[in-house]
């Protein structure tokens, strides 16, 4: 029994004999060489991985692009067919905005010429289509215990 335990405690002390614990300065530069130069290439292989994924994403990007550009370059031709064979009709007026019961005019008014003024420098007409209230998302108890949870000190 005595030499299975001898053996075990061989086993579990250090690899290195107590006499020979001071490391030589050659041995201490080649760790740290050795670590940097692994951390780098690592950092290097992911930057390389990164930037061939981004590429490949960038060429299917272009051909999504490419293919919805082609897509709405024909139905533009096939509208400006269409459109050559039908006579010209006014335009039709705006449409009121479907307004919720509860909401003011002049809160209508006020979104309308924030719009506006959105849009002012664009070149587009903004059209409102309709108005209504939110709904609120908590009830007034889970709102209290948020607002209660998140006070700053």
């Known amino acids: 029994m005595s030499d299975l335990q001898s053996m075990f405690a061989q086993l579990l002390s250090s690899n290195i ?13 080649s760790v740290v060489i050795t670590g940097i130069s692994v951390v780098f290439m690592g950092l290097i292989i992911l930057i390389i991985l990164v930037t ?8 299917i990007n272009k051909s999504a692009e490419a293919k919805a550009k082609a897509k ?10 269409q459109k ?9 007026p705006a449409a ?15 979104i309308m010429g924030a719009l506006s003024a959105m ?3 664009s070149g587009k007409k903004p059209v409102l289509k309709g108005v209504k209230a939110a709904k609120p998302r908590r009830s007034a108890w889970s709102a209290a215990g948020i607002m209660d949870n998140t006070r700053p000190f």
């Open 119 to 121: 849009y002012a420098g």
């Open 96 to 110: 009121a905005p479907v307004v919720e019961d509860g909401i003011e005019e002049e809160v209508v008014a006020a």
């Open 17 to 29: 004999p107590p006499d020979q614990t001071d490391l030589g300065g050659e041995t201490i530069a």
């Open 84 to 92: 050559k064979d039908e006579p010209k009709a006014a335009p039709a």
């Open 52 to 59: 061939l994924y981004g590429k490949i994403f960038e060429a």
């Open 72 to 81: 709405a370059e024909a139905e533009a031709a096939a509208k400006a067919a």
